[in-house]
C-alpha cells in the first residue's frame, strides 16, 4: 500500500464513521416521528391531531425497522462502496413516502397549509447537505439530488404555488452546495491530518508542527549540511553471551535508550539502530547551525556515560553535505540519510578500534567548532580510513584527568 492509498483508506473510514453517525440521526429521527404518530392515533388529545390514519402509524413503524437495520448494518462493519450513494436515494424515498401516505389519509387534507411543508423543505436542505459527510462528490451530488427530488415531488404533491416550490428547490440545492465545500475542507483537512500523523514517525515534533505540507518533509528528498555521528558498543557480543534472547533485547533497549536521549537532548536525531550500533544526525532533519558542536558535545556524554558501566564504547563523527529521504512504500517508510558523510562517520567509528581510542571527530567536523570547543579535542593527524583513497585529518578525544 503506497501513501496515496494509505491516505484514501483513511478518507474511507472517516466516511464509514460519518455514514454510521447519519444512521444514528436517521433512526432516532423515525423513531421519534413513529412515537408522535402512535401518540396521535392512541391518544389524539395528547397531540392535537384527531385524525390519524393507521397506515401512518405502519409506515412509521417499517421505517423505524429499515433504520436500525442499516445502523445495526453499519456496526457490524457493513460499508460498501455504494452506500454513500444509494443511503441518500433511501432517505428522500422514506421522507416521501411518509408524506405520501400522509397526503393520501384523513389526515393530508391540511398538508399543504400546515407546519409541514416547513419540515419537509427542512428535511429536504438537511439530506442535500449531508453529502458533505461522506467525503465523495458522488455522494454529495446523490444527496442533493436525492434533496431537489423529494422537495419537487413533495411541493408539486401539496398544490403549493409553483414559485414557491422552485424558490425552495434552490435554496435546498444552495443546502447540497454548502455540503460540496463541506467535503472539500473536511478532506483536506483529513489528509492533512493523516500526513502529519505519518510524518510524525519520523521527524521530531518542531519540525512536523511548522512544516505547510508536513508529507513533503518526508516524501521529497533534499541535500543538508550536517553532522553525522555513529556509535558501537564495545563488548557487547561477549556480554551478550549465555544471555536468553529477552535478557539481550532489554540489555541493548536500557543502553540504546541511554544514548538516544543524550542524541535527542543535544538536538540530533536517531537514524536508527543497528543492532548495539547507533545512527545519528544533527542539523539535517531539524536545522542547527551549530550540528558539529552539538554532535560533538553528544558524542563525548555518550563516552562518560558508558563509562559507568563495564561496557566500552566507540564513537565517530564527521561533518558533511547528505541526503534526507524517505524509502519504502505507505506500507512501510524509513526515513533515512545517505551518502559519503555517513559512509565517512561509519569508518570512522570502525578506526577507533584499531587506534584504541573511544572517539575520534574528521577535521572537517573540527572546522566548524570554535576554538573552546575543540578543547577536549587532541590533533592526531592523517589516518588511513578504509574504503577511501586518500588519508583522512582526525582528532581524538583528550584523555581525562
Not at 503506497?2 to 440521526?25: G, K, P
Not at 395528547?46 to 409506515?59: A, C, E, L, N
Not at 533515512?336 to 561509519?346: K, P, R, W
Amino acid at each position: 500500500m503506497d501513501l496515496a492509498a494509505s491516505l484514501e483508506h483513511t478518507l474511507h473510514q472517516e466516511a464509514r464513521r460519518n455514514e454510521l453517525r447519519i444512521a444514528y440521526v436517521r433512526a432516532f429521527a423515525a423513531f421519534a416521528v413513529a412515537l408522535m404518530d402512535v401518540l396521535a392515533y392512541v391518544a389524539p388529545e395528547t397531540t392535537g391531531v384527531h385524525d390519524m390514519s393507521p397506515t401512518v402509524v405502519i409506515f412509521a413503524g417499517l421505517a423505524v425497522v429499515a433504520t436500525v437495520l442499516i445502523l445495526f448494518g453499519l456496526r457490524v462493519g457493513w460499508y460498501a462502496a455504494f452506500l454513500p450513494v444509494v443511503l441518500p436515494i433511501f432517505d428522500g424515498l422514506l421522507i416521501t413516502g411518509s408524506f405520501a401516505v400522509l397526503m393520501q389519509t384523513s389526515a393530508g387534507a391540511n398538508v399543504a397549509g400546515s407546519g409541514s411543508m416547513t419540515n419537509a423543505a427542512a428535511l429536504c436542505t438537511l439530506l442535500a447537505m449531508s453529502g458533505g459527510l461522506r467525503l465523495s462528490r458522488a455522494a454529495v451530488a446523490a444527496a442533493t439530488v436525492a434533496g431537489v427530488g423529494t422537495w419537487a415531488c413533495i411541493g408539486v404533491w401539496s398544490g403549493i404555488a409553483p414559485g414557491a416550490v422552485v424558490f425552495i428547490a434552490l435554496a435546498v440545492a444552495a443546502g447540497g452546495g454548502l455540503g460540496y465545500f463541506v467535503s472539500g475542507m473536511v478532506r483536506r483537512t483529513a489528509r492533512a491530518e493523516v500526513e502529519r500523523t505519518i510524518v510524525q514517525r519520523f521527524l521530531p515534533g518542531p519540525v512536523v508542527g511548522d512544516a505547510a505540507n508536513p508529507l513533503a518533509v518526508v516524501t521529497t528528498p533534499r541535500t543538508a549540511h550536517a553532522t553525522v555521528l555513529v556509535s558501537d558498543l564495545r563488548g557487547f557480543t561477549a556480554a551478550a553471551e549465555g544471555m536468553e534472547a529477552e535478557q539481550v533485547l532489554a540489555f541493548l533497549n536500557e543502553f540504546q535508550g541511554e544514548l538516544a536521549e543524550i542524541v535527542r537532548a543535544h538536538g540530533g536525531t536517531v537514524d536508527k539502530f543497528m543492532g548495539d550500533g547507533l545512527l545519528a544526525v544533527f542539523g539535517a532533519i531539524e536545522p542547527a547551525e551549530d550540528h558539529a558542536a552539538r554532535a560533538v558535545a553528544a558524542g563525548v556524554e555518550m563516552i562518560d556515560a558508558m563509562a559507568k558501566t563495564k561496557l566500552r564504547i566507540g564513537v565517530g563523527i564527521h561533518s558533511g553535505d547528505l541526503v534526507v529521504g524517505c524509502l519504502g512504500s505507505g506500507a512501510r517508510l524509513e526515513l533515512t540519510i545517505l551518502g559519503d558523510t555517513v559512509n565517512t562517520a561509519s569508518r570512522l567509528e570502525g578506526k577507533t578500534k584499531e587506534l584504541a581510542v573511544p572517539l575520534l571527530v574528521s577535521a572537517a567536523t573540527a572546522a566548524l567548532l570554535s576554538k573552546g570547543q575543540r578543547a577536549p579535542l587532541i590533533d592526531v593527524g592523517e589516518v588511513d580510513i578504509r574504503g577511501r583513497k586518500a588519508k583522512l585529518h582526525v582528532f581524538q578525544l583528550a584523555a581525562s584527568d
